[in-house]
């Protein structure tokens, strides 16, 4: 049956359009999505950004277990990154004795 004929009983079917999505609607439906990725898109970034340093840093040196065999390395490498470090005017030697455990 065509819409606007005539049916079996006698009456008229109106000829009702069918309704399409605006073209407004599909706009404002991408735009919300794209605001959307871009927060969470935003988020992700904030939550995965590496710690800024500060003026000065504190650091605290470990000691190290040399595998070489060699004996001229056995506090040769401590002390080389001890002294390099304290000419760095960004961070701050952190003292064995103030961390509560023995110094070797």
């Avoid at 079917?13 to 999505?33: H, M, Y």
């Avoid at 950004?49 to 070489?68: G, K, Q, S, V, Y």
């Amino acid at each position: 049956m065509f819409i606007g004929q005539h049916n079996d009983d006698s009456s008229v079917v109106p000829a009702v359009p069918e309704r399409q999505p605006s073209r407004r609607w599909k706009v404002l439906l991408s735009v919300a999505v794209l605001v959307v990725a871009g927060l969470v898109a935003g988020v992700i970034y904030g939550l995965h950004r590496a710690t800024l340093l500060t003026e000065r840093d504190t650091i605290l040196l470990a000691n190290f277990t040399n595998t070489t065999g060699e004996a001229v390395f056995d506090d040769a490498l401590k002390q080389g990154l001890a002294i390099r470090l304290e000419r760095s005017p960004f961070l701050a030697s952190f003292p064995n004795s103030a961390s509560g455990r023995p110094c070797d």
